[in-house]
């Protein structure tokens, strides 16, 4: 997500499109909050940072519909982590939602790329 | 808030704390091994973070569900915060007290007398029958009639009679007298209740001398005795065997404390009436029909006897109307609305103080915005506060009112159906509640929008000093109510206390302050002979007349201010007679020294004096000025002759005329009556002594001396006539009182009102007060100005109310005697002492802060 400059509430902004992330991220193996928003900060190439306020409300919200388990772990600096992992049903769900997604961005990019010869709108 | 760590939500809470600090701790650590300075590390991940109780908070939000663990939160919340300031709790739970407490006792009354169904199975099939007169007047039914009735209506399952009586309980102690009822064997059957004990009477029982007990007399009088079926009582001086005893609860007309039999003759006047009718409608006929029937009936017993029934027909009434007549049902009403005004008035009163104290919680609600708290929640908690307040405040009015209707039924007048069913079931109950939710919804509502719309910058930078005009429209608004509600209850109190002032002042025709009144029973075997009772009178009367002090003795039979009354036909000598041009008036009997003993002045002619009581006497009577007005209007009934009954043939001559003596009810206007002498073998006589001395200090004596010449007699009562009309005077007195106390709390309430209005007024415009006044302007002229808005509020709270009151008070018509109840003095003296009080609260905060010094004042800004 991008930076906002205006106070909205960030909550809301994609909602649909962080749950698919945040389950994207925990098929590569389970990981904890911040290893989640750091993945996504470094596989995005510093272009999506997510903020913890939209980040917990995904997590517990995915692990409330069965997508992902959360576990406490001990860490390797010894702290205790709570730990999220993909379950069967988030798999399945993933995989829906990246052909959903693949249509949704192949039809946006159709019209965006529209030829203008075609009757100049 | 920590919450005792056994809560799964606490666990859960815990759980985000430590996941999101972990997650801050991971962050931190890893600036610091990019080489990040420790301090500017933990500042660049706060600021990253952003609010971190609003992500908990909307974090915690995805978990749903946790509502009922939101209210108990809300539940803790309010109680920390009512508990810092205890003065406006406690102001607000007492007034809800009082104000749900004395709502739920008259709906306790009105839901015992007027609400619930008498307490016999199927109630609406129940019928009370009167006979009529040809002039329309509801009359006893005879025995006669009641027969023929009976044998030929189908309309009736059952149809019984009844007749009230009184006897004589003798036995251990005093004789008691009782009030007891004597009814046909179906009457218990038409009502449909069962003994509790033994049985009630079989139909061959109609003559003997048995009787049932009612459950009050057993517990009494028989200590409750289980084996008290089968037992022999004296009654009167006759013996009789209980043959059963009533529930506890069961109750009948006129309350009698035990039934006898009673067996109607065949050969009984066809033109004595006495009793009522009870009767049980048969399956399938409604009141109408049968109504039709017996009206059908009643004609064809005029036609077939038209010397006794010519004329006559029958009316039928539901039971239920018989014993709680409109004007009762309306009384309840009136008095309900009267308390439903007052409760609202407690309403706008406390809605008062929760919007002054938003003003002043206009910082918290701003930090707990600026927090994250959402609208909705701040409201809910502010509702649950309120509710709270007012559940809280009806649990002790509950308790005030169970505690109060012993209370309630002995100030009750003597007389009101249905007093011993007044009692707090679940009918009570639930309005309880429902009134307390209704209550606590009605007045939190607008200062909970109020407080949580706060803009959030304003209230935490000025620290809430001002008001906004919203606030203040509302608050005046209410203020306005509350003028006018108490006004409209206390010009109902004025009406009232009119009304008490003139029932007061009626004239009986007694000499009220110095008679006392002795009621007796003359029944029993010694009495049977003729002339036995005038003889006991007579002897009665000489002893009683030798105590010192008094100065006249004599009797009468019609208890003056008793109720119960005789009416009779008369014929007058010389005019024609017949159904259709019949008078009737009602007679007195009496004896030697009543006039005297009563101090009723004779106006023309004589009263009756001892010659007119021998036997072979000229027949003479004495009649009241009323009687005179309506059956003589144009010439001197002196002389004229009368005689009871339609076709009368003992003649009797009128000798005098007396002043108008009301002694039936205060409230009636002097009826036709007249006197005459002797007992006539009417079994009850009220002895009347006159004394110079205070009449209630003879009582003992005066006892003694009837009894020493018969120790058989029971006499339940001696008691001043001055006593029995402050009795008569119960009931208005009793609504009086109650719509005064409701007014007067009105008053109190409103002025409250006022006064906070104007506190607060004044407080918002010390400064500018001190100003004018520093520049020269005199202080009455500054209190004036400040007082300006304070009286409008007044002015415009009294006209409202004013009007109000004038459309309503029709409704209190029943119970106004010879008051209109748009009663011009009334009203405007109410209205006059409303804003005096009003104005003069509302004087004091404003003279208080004109008399500071301004300098004073300007520095505390």
Redesign the interface.
Known sequence: MAKEAHPVSR?EFLQGTLDLIVLQTLRWGPN????IS?HIRTHSRDVLQV???SL??AL??LA?QGFITAT?QI?E?K????VYELTAVGRRHLAAERTRWGQFSEAVAGLLNAPLAEGGA | MRWPFFSARARRDAELDEEIASHFEMAVQDRIARGEDPREAAYAVRREFGNVLRVKEVTRETWGGAWSEQIVQDVHYSLRTLRRSPGFALVAVLTLAIGIGATTAIFSVLNAVVLQPLPYPEPDRLVWLWETTPEGNDFAVSERNYLDFRDQTRAFQHLSAAVDREVTLLGAGEPERLGAAAVTPNFFSALGIQPSLGRTFLLEEARSRVAVLSHGLWQSRFGSDPGVVGRAIRLTGEPYTVVGVMPSGFAAPGDPELWLPLAPSPDAERDDHQLYLIGRLAPGATLESAATEMRAIASRLSEAYPASNGGWSVRLLSLRDRLVGADLTRTMWVLMGSVGLLLLLMCANIANLLLARGVSRRREMGLRVALGAGRGRIVRQLLTESLLLSVTGAALGLLMANAGVPLIKMLLPAGTPRLQEIRVDGLVLTFALAASLLVGLLFSLFPAIQASSADVRAALQDGGRSTSTGGRRVRDALVVSEMALAMTLLVAAGLLTNSFLRLQQVETGFAEAEVLAVPLSLSGRQFEEDGAMDRFLAAAEERIGGLPGVTAVGATNVTPLGGGGTVVDLSVEGRPSGPGETSFARWRSVTPGFFRAAGIRVLRGRGLEPPDFQPDAPAAVVVTEAFANSLFPAEDPIGRRVAVGVNGTRWRTIVGVVEDVRDIGLAESPQPLFFMPGTGGWPWMTVLVRTTADPAGLAGAVRREIWSVDPTIAIPTVEPLAARKRRALVGPRFNLLLMGGFAAVAIVLATLGIYGIMSHTVVQRTREMSIRIALGARPARVVRMVLGRGARLIAAGIGLGGIAALSLAPLLGALLYETPPVHAPTFILTALLLGIVALASACIPALRAAGADPATALRLE
Do not use: L, M
């Open positions: 909550i904890h909050g911040y290893g750091q903020e913890t306020g917990y409300p517990h919200r409330k406490w860490s600096n702290q205790r982590v709570r």
